[in-house]
């Protein structure tokens, strides 16, 4: 069995959960044992995953896992369940919300799922939690339900609303997992234990990081011993896989720059993760780079003393490579496409310079911008630019869209002005849709999916004006934008599954060198 260690799958997925989401889906399709594994709790977890095709037994969350909730028959429970005391008065704020009072004091409020939330329809006044006050309206109890309609979770807190105590639940009702928290040496409230019923079993444990790592190893009993971890998720998952106990294949996967001077990758400071990773080399089985520059130079920063094994974190289906090409006539004109989350690593804001550029000569050409919003402050600071550039109609903020299919086969070209990556799955998902790339020459990534001045520009890291004069050369010119769009469909091929799933088969999954640490 392999394992694709992460946090959790939310609704607006990163880069690296969809990298998981596309590598289960290859897998399964060679029939290779394979399931996500995440570490955090979210009820809503459940509903999120049809949206990127996922069912249940894809996953394995470890509340879920020790809450004995990987499949729930029970059914929702609903406001009219819960027996609230009938002297309470109602009052009903808003359409989710209800709330309870006794002689004009809060003692309830109690939240309903939307109707429909996430493109799941719920039932009609689904219990989603539960707050309880005191007399002094301090609030002392949270219960959290799962979107499947179980009890969940709940919450205490002390009068300064620091929380005393959680416990999670099975579906029946039994205690699962239950955490206890007080004040450290700082007076700041901290976990002072977690105890887990496995098999009729206590056992406690000081943090989450052991109990993750107990977690990974009854998973990888349960394999008898055989199970591959995949961390791709290193803030969360390195350390509890590195905590193990029983011996297994542990694999650390890399989806960004190993320093924290990307331009310096041999010499700059490793950045914690990595340098982790390298304190602990010993311990792990192999690492996974997706360029084969980064496996050179970090094979270089590890003493060789760790195996790095090159293989794109993406890929582009099979089906999708015998396709009709979408003809520039058919697309968007003068419009530019950027895919990235809203963060100042992305440095969306050189776009924006580039546009203001390009729009003295293509007057009408406008930016696209697709990707989640981390940081709102920043987004502000954009609109701000654009604003002040006389852009708010030319630079559009797009909602997230799990699946761009529709909007890659309508744009002619995609920019990248990132200052770091690993690889950028949107430049391969761009080309393997025709469009132009036009990139900063960054580690790592563009070079490797753009043959500059064939099916894209490779510009210098930061120069904005060469990105301006590179757009508007496409802008300008159908015939060379045709071409670079057909050389872009072509490029695209190299990375196709079958050739991806050969070097998973060869690099890991046949590979008996690998060994159990």
């Not at 570490?39 to 095709?53: A, E, G, Q, R």
């Not at 924006?352 to 709102?376: C, F, H, M, Q, W």
Request: overall charge negative; charged content about 20%; glycine content about 4%.
């Amino acid at each position: 069995m392999n394992y694709f260690i992460s946090g959790m799958l939310y609704y607006r997925l990163s880069g690296i959960e969809i990298v998981e989401v596309k590598r289960l889906k290859l897998f399964k399709q060679h029939q290779v044992a394979c399931k996500i594994a995440t570490l955090k709790y979210n009820n809503y977890m459940h509903v999120n995953l049809p949206v990127y095709d996922l069912q249940d037994a894809d996953v394995v969350n470890l509340y879920d896992y020790f809450q004995q909730a990987e499949k729930v028959t029970e059914p929702a429970k609903v406001i009219t369940d819960l027996n609230v005391d009938k002297s309470f008065t109602q009052e009903q704020p808003d359409e989710i919300t209800f709330i309870f009072k006794q002689a004009d004091v809060q003692r309830l409020e109690i939240k309903v799922f939307a109707a429909e939330e996430f493109g799941h329809t719920f039932v009609k006044n689904q219990v989603r939690s539960i707050n309880y006050f005191d007399r002094f309206e301090h609030k002392i109890r949270c219960e959290t339900f799962d979107t499947r309609g179980f009890l969940s979770l709940s919450q205490t807190f002390g009068q300064n609303g620091g929380i005393n105590q959680e416990i999670f639940y099975t579906p029946s009702g039994e205690r699962a997992i239950i955490c206890d928290y007080a004040q450290n040496d700082e007076q700041q409230v901290a976990m002072s234990s977690v105890r887990v019923n496995y098999q009729n079993h206590w056992y406690v444990f000081s943090d989450l990081i052991e109990l993750r790592s107990f977690f990974l190893d009854c998973l990888n009993q349960e394999a008898q011993l055989q199970a591959k971890f995949f961390s791709d998720k290193s803030n969360i998952g390195d350390a509890a896989m590195l905590g193990m106990k029983t011996k297994a294949v542990k694999i650390v996967v890399r989806h960004s720059t190993h320093t924290y001077d990307p331009t310096a990758p041999l010499t700059s400071r490793l950045n914690d993760v990595i340098l982790n990773q390298f304190n602990n080399r010993q311990s792990l089985s192999a690492a996974i780079v997706s360029t084969a520059q980064q496996t050179k130079d970090m094979q270089i920063r590890f003493n060789h003393e760790l195996p790095f094994y090159t293989i794109p974190v993406a890929y582009v289906d099979n089906a999708l490579l015998q396709k009709a090409p979408v003809l520039l006539k058919q697309r968007k004109r003068h419009t530019i496409l950027a895919v990235a989350r809203i963060n100042e690593e992305k440095r969306i804001e050189q776009m924006i310079d580039a546009l203001s550029e390009v729009r003295k000569t293509v007057a009408d050409a406008t930016l696209e911008i697709y990707g989640y919003v981390p940081n709102s402050t920043y987004l502000k600071t954009l609109q701000e630019k654009a604003a002040a550039l006389q852009l708010t109609n030319a630079v559009l903020f797009q909602q997230f869209q799990p699946d761009l299919t529709d909007v890659y086969n309508e744009m002619p070209i995609l920019i990248l002005t990132s200052a770091f990556e690993s690889f950028n799955m949107s430049l391969l998902e761009g080309i393997a849709h025709g469009v132009v790339p036009i990139a900063y020459d960054i580690n790592y990534g563009p070079a490797t999916i753009i043959d500059n001045e064939k099916n894209g520009y490779l510009i210098k890291n930061g120069d904005s004006h060469a990105l301006a004069e590179k757009i508007v050369n496409l802008l300008t010119d159908d015939a060379l934008l045709q071409q670079m769009s057909t050389q872009a469909y072509r490029k695209a091929a190299e990375f196709a599954a079958d050739h991806v799933w050969q070097l998973w088969q060869e690099k890991i999954i046949n590979n008996s060198e690998l060994k159990a640490k």
